[in-house]
């Protein structure tokens, strides 16, 4: 059964995968500047350059500034840079990633090109995927705050949003990748039991009925019930056969 939420105009899964889409560019900075051979595909151009411009713009935002008659000046009150030049530093160095990874491909090298890349910070020891999903947000969240504390505040609040970003595409990759590996356990069990319940039904294994604990949670159907209605099954297949149907 096919079950669908509706968020306004759009199903939630369709939500979901637009917030996760928006959150990789928001996050795709923090990723080229703070992690090592971010993978190919992450360093799409036309992504680049979308960032790039939406960074420019965060910037001039920022600088926007107007002074009205008898009301005086609305808006910054001295000009700021610092994003443009975070901007620049991002574009040059994003597409010279890229570059780097398709002559590595072209190579012969093996790196996926969907790899959230190698965290400079992994000299901690920790896991890896609680350095991408907590450490490395954290630490940019963290030097947001002082940023924006010194008096850079559009650069200050660019980096919390990032840092907010990068937590959920770290956090959705986990799970995504917890999901894979939890469906081939499940994939291995599965086949399992119903080669388990083949052989018991063909006459060949065991007659008990096996609990949810001893199948790994599944109900197999192997119970009295079923069997029964295999069996006649097969006593009706027997008696066609004998009167040649």
Sequence with gaps: MNERYELGALPV??????????????????????RNKTGYRWLAPVRIFGVAFFLFAWNALANFHLAL?????????????????IAWAFLIYGLWQRRQRLNELRRGGRWHTFSPGI???????????????????????????????LGFGALGLWLCFSAGCL??????????????DLDSLD????????AKVMEHFEGGGETTVRSLKETGGIPTGADAG????????KREAAAMRQHGL
């Design 69 to 85: 008659p008898f009301i005086g000046n609305i808006g910054a009150t001295h000009e700021t840079r610092s994003l443009g030049y």
């Design 13 to 34: 899964g369709k939500w979901h995968e637009t917030g996760i889409g928006l959150a990789v560019h928001g996050a795709l900075p923090l990723m080229v500047f703070m």
């Design 187 to 194: 994939t291995s069990l599965e086949a399992d039991l119903q």
């Design 119 to 149: 965290s400079h910070l992994e000299f901690l020891g920790l896991r890896t995927d609680l350095i991408n999903r907590f450490v490395d947000p954290g630490v940019a969240f963290l030097a947001g705050l002082v940023l924006h504390k």
């Design 226 to 233: 079923i069997e029964a209605e295999i069996a006649k099954r």
């Design 167 to 180: 937590f959920i595409v770290g956090s959705h990759l986990y799970e995504k990748q917890l999901n894979h």
